[in-house]
C-alpha cells in the first residue's frame, strides 16, 4: 500500500501513545537481557516532544545478562550443534 494513500487514525494523540506503550514493552523485552534501549518521540507537525516515564523495568539486569552472555542461562542448548570449522 502506497504510503501517501494511508488513512489517518481518527486520534492521532491515541495512536501516538498505543505504538509508544508497544516500543515501551519491547524495549523492557530488550533491557532483560542487558541492552540499554532509549527512544524519543515528537510531534513534528506542532514541534513538541512526547514524554513518557521510564518504567522501573527498563533497567537492564546486569546478572542475567553476564548469565546468558558465559552460558549459564535457562535456555537450553540448540538441538543442531554448528560443525568444527577447523576440522575442515
Known sequence: MNSSKRKLPKDIERSITTRAEGMMRKA?????????????????????????KTHSAMEPNWELAANIVSGKSEQEPPAVRSPDLRST
Not at 541492552?35 to 513518557?52: H, M, N, P, Q, S
Open 28 to 52: 523492557m523485552e530488550l533491557t532483560k537481557l542487558g541492552v540499554r534501549v532509549a527512544f524519543y518521540i515528537e510531534k513534528t507537525d506542532e514541534g513538541k516532544a512526547l514524554r513518557f
